[in-house]
């Protein structure tokens, strides 16, 4: 399931709970706690694979540096022969 449908979960679970009656609510309890706590892991999982993705950014950036150096380190080293 991809976020726009967690989303479209999230808002229609909000607009059922605000029309619950007190008997609904007890009876569905189970069910939405464990929705609830679905789209909550499903939030973290999305702020930890937004982190991962921007330090995967950052690695590529550094590795590109870093090939830049070698190639930089090889060519003097060449050319000081």
């Known amino acids: 399931m991809d976020a726009e449908n967690y989303e479209d ?13 007190p008997e609904e609510y007890q009876r569905l309890g189970p069910g939405l706690r464990e929705f609830g ?3 909550a892991e499903f939030r973290q999982v999305q702020a930890i694979h937004a982190a991962a993705r921007e330090s995967l950014e950052r ?10 150096r070698a190639e930089n380190a090889f060519r003097l080293w060449r050319d000081a022969e």
Do not use: I, T
Not at 59 to 68: I, L, S
């Open 59 to 68: 690695a590529r950036e550094d590795m590109d540096r870093a090939q830049e």
């Open 9 to 21: 979960l999230d808002e229609k679970l909000a607009e059922m709970v605000a029309n619950l009656s």
């Open 37 to 39: 706590l679905a789209v």
